[in-house]
């Protein structure tokens, strides 16, 4: 048990990792906190210093949860640790004790943990999520709509249920995050793919 806890908290630790901050100090020499949006993602580093910025920091984002994942699972060998271990990862992205507890929106993290957690299901709602980008240019909207897919294919795949439960928490989460997307979604006044917005 000691050694399951100690997994978990690793899986946190890892997740806690500010991936956009790192890459945008070495990249651009600035703090993508203030930049933008505000917020650490690569959806932000996109827009402020550009595509390969943006995609190292998906990347890294997207290796970190499948560590994490990963760690958690080894850690407790059995399959609610490596649902909690998913979980732990997104929290530890969207709440990061290296940043004061205020991170990212635990989209690619939660990418990457569920590519350990559940791959099959990863492929249904990466395919929703394009979708929704392809007609709407939305990311926050595509987001969302991935997450309730992956849940959807989790379920319908017959993952165990330790595993759909953590793909429930972390929808859950992530749609928390977007509170502010979905405001702007509702009064038409959230960014596309590709538009600038003004600085935090």
């Not at 990792?17 to 993508?32: K, T």
Request: aromatic share 6%.
């Amino acid at each position: 048990m000691a050694l399951s806890l100690l997994g978990l908290a690793a899986a946190y630790l890892v997740g806690a990792i500010p991936v956009g901050v790192l890459v945008s100090r070495l990249a651009g020499g600035v703090d993508i906190r203030r930049q933008g949006s505000g917020n650490i993602g690569a959806t932000n580093v996109l827009r402020t210093l550009g595509p390969a910025a943006a995609v190292t920091t998906l990347l890294g984002d997207i290796v970190k949860g499948y560590l994490a994942t990963w760690v958690a699972g080894a850690a407790g060998g059995a399959p609610v640790w490596t649902a909690a271990g998913a979980v732990a990862a997104v929290v530890g992205n969207c709440w990061p004790v290296f940043l004061g507890f205020r991170g990212g929106k635990g989209v690619a993290t939660g990418l990457g943990a569920f590519l350990r957690a559940a791959p099959g299901a990863v492929g249904p709602a990466a395919v929703l999520w394009i979708l929704v980008v392809a007609a709407t240019r939305y990311i926050s909207l595509a987001s969302i709509v991935g997450c309730v897919g992956l849940v959807a294919a989790t379920w319908v795949l017959g993952y165990p249920r330790e595993i759909l439960g953590a793909a429930a928490v972390v929808t859950l989460i992530i749609v928390w995050r977007h509170q502010q997307n979905i405001q702007r979604l509702r009064a038409g006044t959230e960014s596309r793919l590709g538009q600038r917005v003004k600085t935090a």
